[in-house]
Nanobody
Framework: QVQMVESGGGSVQTGGSLRLSCAAS????????MGWFLQAPGKEREGVAT????????YYADSVKGRFTISQDNAKNAVYLQMNNLKPEDTAMYYC???????????????????WGQGTQVTVSS
């Protein structure tokens, strides 16, 4: 049984930083990938960052480039999202996801996500 455990999140002021963590256990894919999504109230869920765990390649949504960093610890099957210079528009529920990708597919949306965390709230006040 696949388990996804998220931690981190919270409330910060504009310009602050937060770090989200996610550990995935019990899942196997030949070419693994993990990512972070956000969902603001009344809006659809959108991809924030994706990492292909085999070679560590990373991809970001334009809105977070230069501010957010996705990283991994393969030994722990864990992925992290360091969020710097946070803005009020970053306020949302953030979800961790894990999945797999076909050979030759890359990019923010190249991963097929099968497993999801419970979500963690990030609130940025002005």
């Amino acid at each position: 049984q696949v388990q996804m455990v998220e931690s981190g999140g919270g409330s910060v002021q504009t310009g602050g930083s937060l770090r989200l963590s996610c550990a995935a256990s019990g899942y196997t894919r030949r070419r693994k990938c993990m990512g972070w999504f956000l969902q603001a109230p009344g809006k659809e869920r959108e991809g924030v960052a994706t990492i292909y765990t085999g070679d560590g390649s990373t991809y970001y949504a334009d809105s977070v480039k230069g501010r957010f960093t996705i990283s991994q610890d393969n030994a722990k099957n864990a992925v992290y999202l360091q969020m710097n210079n946070l803005k009020p528009e970053d306020t949302a529920m953030y979800y961790c996801a894990a999945g797999g990708a076909y050979d030759g597919t890359w990019g923010l949306s190249g991963c097929s996500f099968y497993y999801w965390g419970q979500g963690t709230q990030v609130t940025v006040s002005s």
